[in-house]
């Protein structure tokens, strides 16, 4: 349903990393504005400020920042619609992703950033003042306890998680945070898109996941999965294609 022809090496050869980005997502039904696009180089040039001083992202990727983390978090809008107004939790966000550059490409949904290494949401905070992002909060806390102290519990629509635990654990430490709903919660066909309904947890993952899922179905009773392989236009150019969104109902 989701693959698309790959584009061919030569048209992204020799294009600077923020045009290459924007000419992908555009090509994938994002269509980045001129103000959005500065506040992504911005983040970019503040992430990489920050990771001189702490280790938000591997030192090793640095050069490839804009596909290996601030793509591969945008990509998750080349595949689902997320609800008006929504509540997003960004478990375990690190250097902000994918929170960050989610919520520059849609203003309208509040996230809440939340990893447990202060030095990380020191840095995260001082990037989202730098930025203005009034819709974007950091907290410091591990998943599995903050929200008992901070009236969280049941708040949220989605949970989003990038690369930060095993399927089991990510289902754990999303089921507090995340709405009851009396409806069956998932996804609806939206176009070309998928609408992610309330309540959902997103993880964007690498590799086989045959074991993951088999161990979070029996010891966390998830309701249902549903892995959409990332093979955008340009992914396979750009080393993505084994990126997979794992869509989770709780």
Request: aromatic share 6%; hydrophobic share 40%.
């Amino acid at each position: 349903m989701f693959h698309v022809e790959q584009p061919e090496p030569s048209k992204l050869r020799g294009v600077p990393p923020p045009e290459t980005l924007r000419t992908i997502c555009s090509r994938n039904g994002l269509l980045l504005s001129d103000a959005q696009q500065g506040l992504l180089v911005r983040y970019v040039e503040a992430l990489l400020e920050w990771n001189a001083k702490v280790n938000l992202i591997s030192r090793r990727d640095q050069e490839n920042v804009w596909f290996s983390h601030v793509l591969h978090s945008l990509a998750l809008l080349f595949y689902f619609e997320l609800p008006d107004n929504a509540r997003v939790l960004d478990l375990g966000t690190g250097g902000g992703l994918p929170g960050i550059p989610v919520a520059i490409a849609r203003p309208g949904i509040k996230f809440v950033l939340l990893d447990s290494i202060k030095k990380k949401t020191t840095a995260v905070q001082e990037i989202v003042e730098r930025l203005g992002l009034t819709g974007v909060s950091v907290r410091t806390g591990r998943a599995e306890e903050i929200h008992r102290g901070q009236g969280e519990i049941g708040t949220f629509d989605i949970v989003m998680a990038r690369a930060v635990a095993s399927l089991r654990d990510l289902a754990r430490w999303s089921r507090p945070y995340l709405k009851v709903s009396g409806t069956n919660p998932g996804l609806i066909p939206e176009g070309k898109r998928i609408a992610l309904t309330s309540p959902a947890l997103v993880a964007l993952k690498g590799g086989d996941l045959e074991t993951e899922i088999a161990e979070a179905r029996i010891k966390e009773r998830v309701k249902s999965f549903r892995i959409i392989p990332m093979s955008f236009d340009g992914a396979l150019e750009l080393g993505l294609e084994d990126k997979k969104a794992v869509v989770i109902s709780l």
